[in-house]
């Protein structure tokens, strides 16, 4: 047996909220949508990956979802210009990542990260 994907699931009463911010900002596909429930995802991808963790690392809370894009700086703006609130960040982490926390329309903690080179 092999596990092929792992989806987080959040529950909201108004899932089209996600779509300005799954969608439109950090620019996922519409991989499934049913009216009830919408998957975004990477059309071309599918990485299989469930972190455990008893601490956000640099003092912070563990974030629900952890998101990584290829562009922080220009993530960054667009959640920011948006008015979706940061919590934390950008901070460049001693291990390896650059990174920033937002609140995504459900309230959720997203960690949205790059790996430095």
């Known amino acids: ?15 089209t909220l996600a779509r300005r911010f799954y969608q439109d900002i950090l620019g996922l596909d519409v991989i499934m949508d049913h009216g009830w429930i919408t998957t975004f ?40 210009a948006s008015g979706f609130p940061i919590e934390y960040g950008p901070a460049d982490e001693p291990w390896g990542v650059r990174r920033f926390y937002v609140r995504d329309p459900f309230g959720k903690l997203v960690n949205i990260l790059v790996h430095k080179n």
Not at 1 to 15: F, P, S, T, Y
Request: proline fraction near 2%.
């Open 1 to 15: 047996m092999k596990v092929l994907r792992i989806v987080a699931n959040i529950q909201a009463a108004d899932i």
């Open 41 to 80: 995802g990477a059309a071309q991808s599918m990485n299989v990956q469930l972190s455990i963790a008893s601490k956000g690392g640099s003092g912070t809370k563990v974030p629900d979802v952890s998101i990584e894009v290829d562009d922080l700086d220009a993530a960054f703006e667009a959640m920011s």
